[in-house]
């Protein structure tokens, strides 16, 4: 009888090719298809050569005939129309009970459209977030699967063999929630991601330009970070580049040039907080730092035209340090309260029930945004599953409380020495605006209500009344019901 393989995966470019090696590391056969058959070939020659259980196949038929039943089929695929048309190719060949997977970076919306329109034709459906890039494809991504929760027990034990492990030797994948669960927490990942990129490059600047150090004491002083609570993966990487050396031996950051690239998933991030009214400050700072960075020429012109103050610092260059370490870990906090509050809002907006502390464990290992700090996040919803927001755990609470003022005084510095911290400013101000009983929104909507007749509630009256007011004498007595600004 002709031996079935355990799983197919269609893509066999850097992420596909990582994925099978690990499949197959762990004792899955696997096989193989790639649109540009050729493909197949170089892979089955080079990086899977000698191996045993991948097979490769040049069709779509082939493929599906190759697999043991309930068929399981992995996308890694460029994300968007692609995965659309290998889902349709794919159907008329599967079976009812039978699995696709699409493990690119899919927007959650199309996610759960395809979750939906493939339960009518009894095919199990799977988006997946797959984190950690190349590397971890190839030794163990952080995973969050999410979909037709009838899928979950054909894979998991897949996913989870092949998945990160975290500190405690959790696999860093679990089952995230239906639809476009996994997706969206994929997402919500890469805009924190984004943000804690964001935090590090402006301590990095404040250090440049307003210490005046040398990327070999930087270097020094985020190895140092690396080994206390900021201890995480992009904080290591942050030594290590500085540190590194071009050709003629001096330092490759310097010579790069400062304009940011980005591939949406930040913006996605933004939007869908903008859609909800969740205030996702931080990650939004982040977005728009890389779209002003891209404007290099209009900055250069700028920058022979507009004056700013003498950026040069003059306290104690020691402590100031030890304070925008304070100010990076107080902000992150603010980031990731910013980002679980996103998640939160999500799961009543779509009906998905998340599990906080199951999140932060996943992202525990494999993936970009890995820290120690995570674990302490885990450990706060452990506590309290119904945490209303991180601010609130009492081992946030505390660290916001002793890094305060340092936090203050680097915003502070920052400002009078000209240089732009939009998101350590973001989140404290977040933080200021957060903590506030009662806000201008008080003359906010007195405003509204000035120029468009849009009501106001009252502070010595119950919720829910809503009261206009004649403010010019000239205007009339109706209020607005649908002119919103
Ligand atoms: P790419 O995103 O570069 O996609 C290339 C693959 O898509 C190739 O196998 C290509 O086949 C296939 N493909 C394309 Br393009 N058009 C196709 C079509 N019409 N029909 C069938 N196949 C088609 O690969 P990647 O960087 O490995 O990423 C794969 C997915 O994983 C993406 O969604 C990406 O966003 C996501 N992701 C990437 C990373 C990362 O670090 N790279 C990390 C996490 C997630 P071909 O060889 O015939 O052109």
């Known amino acids: ?276 009214g969740s205030p996702v400050t931080l990650i939004v700072e982040a977005v728009f730092a890389r779209c002003l960075s891209a404007l290099k020429e209009e900055r250069v012109k700028a920058s022979r035209i507009l004056k700013g103050p003498d950026s040069q610092f003059k306290g104690n260059p020691k402590s100031f340090t030890e304070d925008i370490r304070k100010a990076l870990f107080a902000s992150k906090l603010i980031s990731y309260a910013q980002g679980f509050m996103l998640l939160r809002e999500a799961g009543k907006e779509y009906g998905w029930n998340l599990d906080f502390g199951s999140i932060a464990s996943v992202w525990r290992g494999g993936c970009i945004i890995r820290s120690s700090f995570l674990g302490k996040i885990k450990e706060a919803f452990d506590r309290n599953p119904y945490l209303q927001n991180l601010l609130l755990d009492d081992y946030f609470k505390g660290i916001i409380a002793e890094y305060q003022l340092s936090w203050r005084k680097v915003v502070g510095t920052s400002i009078e020495l000209g240089v732009s911290v939009p998101a350590f400013s973001s989140a404290l101000s977040f933080y200021d605006g957060y903590r506030s009983d009662r806000l201008p929104a008080s003359l906010l909507q007195a405003q509204r209500d000035y120029f468009g007749a849009h009501t106001y509630e009252r502070v010595d009256r119950p919720r829910g009344q809503f009261f206009h007011t004649n403010w010019t004498g000239r205007g009339g007595e109706v209020s607005s019901g649908t002119y919103n600004v």
């Open 1 to 276: 009888m002709e031996v079935k393989a355990d799983i197919g995966l269609i893509g066999l470019a850097v992420m596909g090719q990582n994925l099978v090696l690990n499949m197959n590391d762990h004792g899955y056969s696997v096989a193989v298809y790639n649109r540009t058959t050729s493909r197949v070939d170089e892979f089955l020659k080079g990086p899977a050569e000698g191996r045993k259980n991948i097979y490769g196949v040049y069709s779509i038929e082939e493929l599906v005939d190759k697999l043991a039943r309930p068929r399981k089929i992995m996308l890694m695929v460029k994300a968007g129309e692609v995965v659309d048309k290998l889902i349709d190719s794919l159907i008329h060949h599967l079976d009812k009970g039978d699995l696709i997977i699409d493990g690119g970076n899919s927007h959650f919306l199309d996610t759960t459209r395809r979750t939906k329109e493939l339960d009518k034709e009894g095919i199990l459906f799977i988006g997946t977030g797959v984190s950690g890039g190349e590397e971890g494809a190839r030794h163990g991504p952080s995973l969050m699967p999410g979909g037709n929760p009838g899928a979950w027990p054909l894979v998991k034990d897949i996913f989870q063999a092949i998945s990160a492990r975290a500190p405690d030797g959790a696999p860093c994948c679990e089952w995230m929630g239906e639809d476009g669960a996994g997706h969206y927490i994929k997402m919500v990942h890469n805009g924190i991601e984004y943000g804690d990129m964001q935090l590090i490059c402006e301590a990095y600047q404040l250090m440049k330009t307003g210490l005046g150090m040398s990327p070999d004491e930087m270097s020094r002083i985020f190895k140092e970070w690396d080994k206390g609570e900021l201890n995480s993966f992009l904080i290591e990487i942050t030594g290590n580049i500085l540190s590194f050396k071009d050709e003629d031996g001096s330092p490759l950051v310097e010579k790069i040039l400062d304009t940011a690239g980005q591939k949406g998933t930040g913006k996605w991030t933004g939007i869908s907080a903008l859609d909800m």
